[in-house]
């Protein structure tokens, strides 16, 4: 074991969840000194969160919001619930079984040597997993092969250690939030605290009793970061080899339509915040899928109606952080009503790709650097 310490990155974004209105808001803070000050009388008390990364671009012209297409990517998360993520309606299984799981990738990391860390999450577990450099996209090409390289990586463990409590949402999601580590679970009336390979071992009862209480520092482990094979390409307007096979990406579906992968990472995922470009773009895949593709104005006004419940039916049990049913009611049926275009090309460009998968449309393709 080591002394290696998770590198904050800054500017990032951090939100509190009150356990009275289960309500967030995201807000910038620009230093370690900021994040400090603002949960100042939180911690304890809130539900803190903060993106897994930070960025190195704010949004202009305001410089209130990170630029989501400037991550620093230096690690990445696997979140392990008590749930089975291989069946689509995602059925609870024991927090024994998660347990099991976090410590099947902790071994595997510890054979091969693999910086990585493991905290409880006060429901759940948190492997923080450390790569080899700083990756750091150009523009959307290199973003989405970040992303796709490290999704490989981690389908393959998924895959090779059986691990079907693993959140595909949470991986090289690099717009998502994770519980700050050592911080409160107000729903849960447990800390956050860092894991030794002992801890687990002792089980969910001892784990559970160690959070009753506040903890500091990590545990680190293995002396090597992950290394990338991210493909070498040129920004353009191009996003894969059309050759290339597609990989294995985790969707999600609602009555029957399937959600692309990337839709279901950047909104999908249960209790997130995701950015207003996601939620506009799940909210335009849904309403082309339930019309099948029927030109929008040829909707009586029956089905406008039909089809806006059903799509803020299933917004409202993603359970947004931030989710007010009279502005997604709204902003639902603006979308209907209209005929917005989307292809993969657009979503590429807009961060959300993570490789090519099953449903590409065909619109684009990465050349390779000689």
Not at 282 to 308: D, G, I, Q, V
Request: charged letters at 25%; hydrophobic letters at 35%; glycine letters at 6%.
């Amino acid at each position: 074991m080591i002394e290696m310490k998770i590198v904050f990155d800054f500017p990032r974004e951090v939100m509190e969840l009150s356990t009275e209105k289960g309500k967030g808001f995201r807000k910038l803070v620009r230093s370690n000194q900021d994040l400090e000050k603002y949960w100042a009388g939180k911690n304890g008390v809130s539900n803190a969160f903060m993106t897994v990364y930070g960025y190195r671009g704010l949004q202009q012209p305001h410089n209130k919001r990170v630029d989501l297409m400037t991550p620093i990517v230096r690690h990445f998360v696997m979140d392990f619930d008590p749930k089975n993520f291989r069946e689509r309606d995602r059925p609870e299984v024991e927090i024994e079984q998660a347990l099991e799981q976090t410590l099947k990738l902790h071994y595997h990391l510890l054979d091969k040597d693999i910086s990585h860390a493991v905290w409880y999450s006060g429901g759940g577990f948190h492997v923080w997993v450390m790569l080899d450099k700083e990756y750091m996209p150009s523009g959307p090409n290199s973003l989405s092969a970040i992303k796709e390289a490290g999704m490989q990586t981690v389908n393959d463990w998924v895959i090779e250690l059986d691990l079907f409590c693993s959140d595909p949402a949470v991986p090289f999601d690099t717009s998502g939030m994770i519980r700050i580590p050592n911080s409160y679970n107000a729903k849960r009336g447990l800390w956050s605290i860092p894991l030794s390979t002992n801890d687990m071992e002792r089980g969910i009862d001892y784990i559970m009793d160690k959070a009753e209480g506040a903890k500091a520092g990590m545990i680190s482990y293995g002396n090597q970061g992950l290394e990338l094979t991210v493909r070498k390409i040129k920004e353009r307007s191009q996003i894969f080899n059309p050759n290339s096979a597609p990989i294995d990406l985790p969707t999600a579906s609602m009555d029957g339509v399937i959600i692309l992968p990337c839709l279901n990472s950047a909104a999908c995922r249960i209790g997130s915040n995701p950015s207003h470009d996601a939620r506009v773009q799940l909210a335009k895949f849904l309403s082309k899928r339930l019309r099948y593709f029927m030109p929008a104005w040829k909707l009586t006004e029956e089905n406008r109606a039909k089809h806006t419940e059903i799509i803020v039916d299933y917004i409202r049990s993603l359970q947004w952080a931030d989710f007010n049913e009279s502005t997604t009611r709204y902003q639902v049926s603006t979308i209907i009503g209209t005929d917005y275009p989307q292809t993969c090309s657009m979503l590429w460009k807009k961060g959300m790709c993570l490789g090519k998968c099953r449903y590409w449309d065909g619109t684009g393709a990465i050349t390779e650097e000689e």
